[in-house]
């Protein structure tokens, strides 16, 4: 079988668990280029990475989808890039795998869908959480009645993010698309988006820049369209760094990781606390680049779509709304 051909675009850090992951374990895919805004950015990530591997550099993106032609591209660029940088790799096309958010914009979100879906494309989100065994057996235990009517949801977020990621392009909106919420809380409302597996009907939200040009700290109300209640707690100038997920059905309480892994489920009806996948189960944790080749090849379905994609979209569309306005919000703002 011929090699999968992979470009990449954006070279910053996190990139890098991808390429490791891709080393080890995805034999399927061989990275052939490398692109960023600086030669010397890309010859130092692949100094770094790949260092025995013949790989093209490039610095304009539509340069290396017309010269390399990449089957797949893996975009780590900031937020607001997302869109432009997936939307050339699909109409190239060539399949994505997009660092969440998949991008700023519900408008934008539904285009890519729409165009990965016209072009019969794989266009996934690199959300962690979502790819292990931990998430697939919470959705299957929500699914199948073991929680009952899942009525109550709740996240939490904390991190020093604001001196973190200060004088970064984290905290420029033109390169974010916002603060705290859209960047390490988007974790947390990805986890709650996927395990609620409902659309926003209406939010209402607080924030609070702390003197930055992004949201920081911010607080939010939420209605999902199958009745489900929710809030989220985004907190980017804490001293620690802590992150939980809590879903309350009629019949049970969960309590998750919105990265996966731990989690226990507890309740009056069940015969014994859950606490782990049990022996068996059929849907292994796998990492984002793993799944993104088995999709190709159509031995798996896409553990995170685009679909999942446009209902952070349409949520963080209305939280960045109801903020500008003081007021509740129903979404999605834009109608397909």
């Not at 979100?109 to 879906?117: E, F, G, Q, S």
């Not at 959300?127 to 939490?156: C, H, N, P, W």
Request: glycine share 8%; hydrophobic share 40%; aromatic share 6%.
């Amino acid at each position: 079988m011929e090699p999968i051909r992979i470009g990449i675009i954006g070279c910053g850090k996190y990139v890098r668990n991808h390429v490791r992951a891709i080393l080890d374990h995805v034999p399927q895919f061989r990275i052939v280029a490398l692109c960023d805004l600086t030669r010397e950015k890309v010859e130092q990530f692949r100094r770094e990475n790949l260092p025995r591997r013949k790989v093209a550099i490039y610095t304009d993106h539509k340069k290396m989808l017309t010269k390399a032609r990449p089957d797949g591209v893996i975009v780590a660029t900031p937020h607001t890039l997302h869109f432009p940088h997936c939307y050339d790799s699909l109409s190239s096309g060539a399949h994505v795998l997009v660092e969440k958010p998949m991008v700023t914009s519900s408008q934008h979100a539904r285009r890519l869908v729409a165009l990965a879906h016209r072009k019969k494309l794989i266009l996934q989100i690199a959300i962690q959480g979502t790819y292990t065994d931990t998430f697939a057996y919470a959705r299957k235990l929500i699914s199948d009645g073991t929680m009952g009517e899942l009525q109550l949801v709740t996240g939490v977020l904390a991190q020093g993010w604001l001196e973190g990621t200060r004088g970064k392009w984290r905290q420029d909106p033109r390169l974010s698309g916002g603060g705290q919420l859209y960047d390490s809380t988007a974790h947390v409302l990805s986890a709650m988006m996927f395990l609620v597996d409902s659309p926003v009907r209406e939010v209402f939200c607080v924030t609070d820049n702390k003197g930055a040009a992004v949201d920081i700290n911010a607080v939010a109300s939420i209605r999902f369209e199958n009745g489900c209640m929710g809030t989220i707690t985004s907190g980017g100038n804490c001293s620690t760094w802590y992150s939980h997920l809590i879903l309350q059905g009629s019949n049970a309480i969960m309590e998750i990781s919105p990265h996966g892994g731990s989690f226990c489920v507890r309740g009056r009806r069940l015969p014994t606390d859950i606490t782990a996948v049990p022996k068996g189960w059929d849907v292994p944790s796998v990492s984002p680049v793993r799944n993104f080749a088995d999709a190709i090849l159509n031995r798996s379905a896409p553990r995170c779509d685009g679909h999942l994609g446009i209902m952070l979209a349409d949520l963080m569309d209305a939280l960045y709304e109801s903020a500008r306005t003081r007021r509740p919000v129903k979404a999605p703002l834009r109608k397909k």
